[in-house]
Nanobody, 116 residues
Framework: QVQLVESGGGLVQPGGSLRLSCAAS????????MAWYRQAPGKQRELVAA???????NLASSVKGRFTSSRDNAKNTVYLQMNSLKPEDTGVYYC??????????WGQGTQVTVSS
């Protein structure tokens, strides 16, 4: 099993930036595709980004050009750099171990609020 802990969320004005981190326990982190999801109030959880063990990244069209994702396998950590934030980016951001069927494949989430 794994355990994921997100951090780095907070309150930011439109146009600002935040850097989210997701730290994973265990030694199997580098074997999996990792993903970032977010869930806005009253909305379904949506995929934001996915990053392979070799750091190939796919981004949702709504965040392309503004967000980037990276991973440090040695530190068992994945990052989401969010720039030019908009109010519609508000939500709880979760990291996820793609394809992992055991417990702990989802973190508890970190709140991102973009408001003036």
């Amino acid at each position: 099993q794994v355990q994921l802990v997100e951090s780095g969320g907070g309150l930011v004005q439109p146009g600002g930036s935040l850097r989210l981190s997701c730290a994973a326990s265990g030694s199997i982190f580098s074997l999996y595709v990792m993903a970032w999801y977010r869930q806005a109030p009253g909305k379904q959880r949506e995929l934001v980004a996915a990053i392979t063990r070799d750091s190939d990244t796919n981004l949702a069209s709504s965040v392309k050009g503004r967000f980037t994702s990276s991973r440090d396998n040695a530190k068992n950590t994945v990052y989401l750099q969010m720039n030019s934030l908009k109010p519609e980016d508000t939500g709880v951001y979760y990291c996820h171990v793609v394809g992992y069927e055991g417990s702990g494949g989802w973190g508890q989430g970190t709140q991102v609020t973009v408001s003036s």
